[in-house]
């Protein structure tokens, strides 16, 4: 009986395996089983292919109009260093100090032991110079992007974003269960729309925009956007990554320089670029910063900034409060790029910012260009494609520290290149 039994057994876990084995046949033909290096390697195939393969440029030298690339001397015009700051003797001297008197590493995420007393006087000075009652700061811009939106956006919210806003704002978003409306580029008519049609639909209608859009250069509607906040009740948060340290009376942002600071419920900054550090932070109300300390998962879950980052930002933020020199000269210098390049009717996004774009027509020749820049010219600009943007462009971002001769000598040589592309 027992016999009977195992043989019997056998037989059906026989009869499984073949079906299973048979199941297992047609997966692997139909989905042809993946193989993970395989997969990298065609992938990588494919970028290259569409010409969208991005590779590291690594220079060798102290940021500034010009940096070390390949051992040879190139002007810089492609950083976001734009007052110079990420090479400046006094951001130097003043990491050595900290880091002599407090070692490097912070140790811990902020509510356990990583807060230093150095976060703690870099977020009130920040508060000080905002305007506002608080300020906190994250490891970098795309956290406190990311982790505000994600915190403050619940099932029952709805947020109205500008259609090229910052990857870290859409990633925010994403992250969040909010229900997202996307407005077209700047088009306060559009926002108008979506919000007059759903605001009342939810708990919260937050209106979330770049100042200045990072790819394209140019200033959204702010103005305008503050009344419709204040028609639909909504809440409004301003992406100033590259407005900080070069607009408003001490580098405050173009919120202060439009005199709307207060009507901006979260005003959001990178100590990145301007401030040439690294880190991000968000300004507002103590509820908004108090709710973020304990609600944000990119500043909870994260080591805190590191120590030479946060005694550079406070030595920036001293720096750009008074830095009116090197604002002007930096609008002297995009008011000169703007008409040299405008005179030479290159295909230029309309800019009103340190950044310009050129467009052009294919990913291939974007990058030719870029390529023959850095080569023939020494002339260090990217090429941006998509997916960052739909239509290719050569990027170009002025600093303060930029001669109008080293201007002169880039309008020279995009205008000898495209010329000579224009010819073959
Ligand atoms: C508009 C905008 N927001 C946020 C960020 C992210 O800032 P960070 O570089 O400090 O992470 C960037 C940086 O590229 C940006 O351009």
């Known amino acids: 009986m027992l016999f009977c039994t195992c043989k019997g057994q056998l037989r059906n876990n026989k009869k499984f395996f073949h079906a299973y084995f048979i199941q297992y046949k047609t997966y692997c033909v139909r989905v042809k089983i993946?193989?993970?290096?395989?997969?990298?390697?065609?992938?990588?195939?494919?970028?290259?292919?569409?010409?969208?393969?991005?590779?590291?440029?690594?220079?060798?030298?102290?940021?500034?109009?010009?940096?070390k690339y390949n051992g040879?001397?190139?002007?810089?015009?492609?950083?976001?260093?734009?007052?110079?700051?990420?090479?400046?003797?006094?951001?130097?001297?003043?990491?050595?100090?900290?880091?002599?008197?407090?070692?490097?590493?912070?140790?811990?995420?902020?509510?356990?032991?990583?807060?230093?007393?150095?976060?703690?006087?870099?977020?009130?000075?920040?508060?000080?110079?905002?305007?506002?009652?608080?300020?906190?700061?994250?490891?970098?811009?795309?956290?406190?992007?990311?982790?505000?939106?994600?915190?403050?956006?619940?099932?029952?919210d709805a947020v109205y974003s500008d259609?090229?806003?910052?990857?870290?704002?859409i990633d925010g978003i994403r992250l969040s269960k909010a229900q997202k409306f996307i407005y077209k580029h700047c088009d306060v008519e559009?926002?108008?729309?979506?919000?007059?049609?759903?605001?009342?639909?939810?708990?919260?209608?937050?209106?979330?925009?770049?100042?200045?859009?990072?790819?394209?250069?140019?200033?959204?509607?702010?103005?305008?956007?503050v009344k419709l906040k204040e028609c639909y009740g909504a809440v409004l948060f301003v992406d100033e990554a590259h407005s900080f340290g070069i607009y408003g009376p001490h580098g405050e942002g173009l919120v202060h320089e439009l005199g709307i600071a207060d009507k901006v419920d979260i005003q959001m900054g990178t100590?990145?670029?301007?401030?040439?550090?690294?880190?991000?932070?968000i300004a507002g109300s103590n509820d908004l910063i108090e709710y973020l300390a304990n609600k944000s998962r990119a500043f909870i879950?994260?080591?805190?900034?590191?120590?030479?980052?946060?005694?550079?930002?406070?030595?920036?933020?001293?720096i750009i409060k008074k830095a009116h020199n090197l604002r002007k000269k930096l609008h002297g210098n995009i008011k000169y790029l703007k008409k040299k390049l405008e005179e030479q009717k290159f295909n230029l996004i309309p800019s009103e910012s340190a950044i310009f774009c050129i467009k052009f027509d294919d990913i291939e020749q974007t990058c030719q260009v870029s390529e023959q820049l850095l080569d023939k010219y020494n002339v260090m600009a990217f090429a941006i494609r998509p997916p960052t943007v739909e239509i290719p462009r050569i990027r170009l971002c002025t600093m303060a520290l930029h001669e109008k001769s080293d201007l002169d000598y880039l309008v020279r040589s995009l205008s000898e290149l495209l010329n000579l592309n224009r010819k073959v």
Not at 34 to 59: G, P
Not at 211 to 222: C, H, K, T, V
Not at 301 to 318: D, G, N, Y
């Open 271 to 281: 100590l990145s670029k301007a401030a040439g550090s690294k880190g991000g932070y």
């Open 34 to 67: 993946l193989n993970f290096y395989e997969f990298l390697a065609e992938n990588i195939e494919q970028i290259k292919r569409s010409s969208l393969y991005r590779k590291l440029r690594v220079f060798s030298s102290r940021s500034g109009p010009y940096v």
């Open 301 to 318: 879950f994260s080591t805190a900034p590191a120590i030479p980052s946060i005694a550079a930002s406070i030595e920036a933020v001293e």
């Open 72 to 156: 040879k001397k190139v002007i810089q015009v492609s950083s976001n260093n734009y007052l110079g700051l990420a090479g400046d003797v006094r951001l130097q001297r003043a990491v050595s100090e900290a880091v002599k008197k407090y070692g490097v590493g912070s140790t811990g995420s902020r509510l356990i032991s990583g807060t230093h007393e150095l976060h703690a006087r870099l977020e009130e000075q920040i508060a000080e110079l905002k305007g506002t009652e608080r300020a906190i700061v994250f490891s970098s811009g795309y956290d406190a992007n990311l982790g505000t939106l994600s915190a403050l956006l619940g099932e029952d």
């Open 163 to 169: 259609e090229l806003n910052h990857a870290s704002i």
């Open 190 to 225: 559009h926002l108008r729309e979506l919000l007059s049609e759903n605001h009342y639909k939810y708990k919260l209608n937050l209106i979330v925009t770049d100042s200045i859009f990072s790819m394209d250069g140019n200033r959204a509607p702010l103005q305008e956007i």
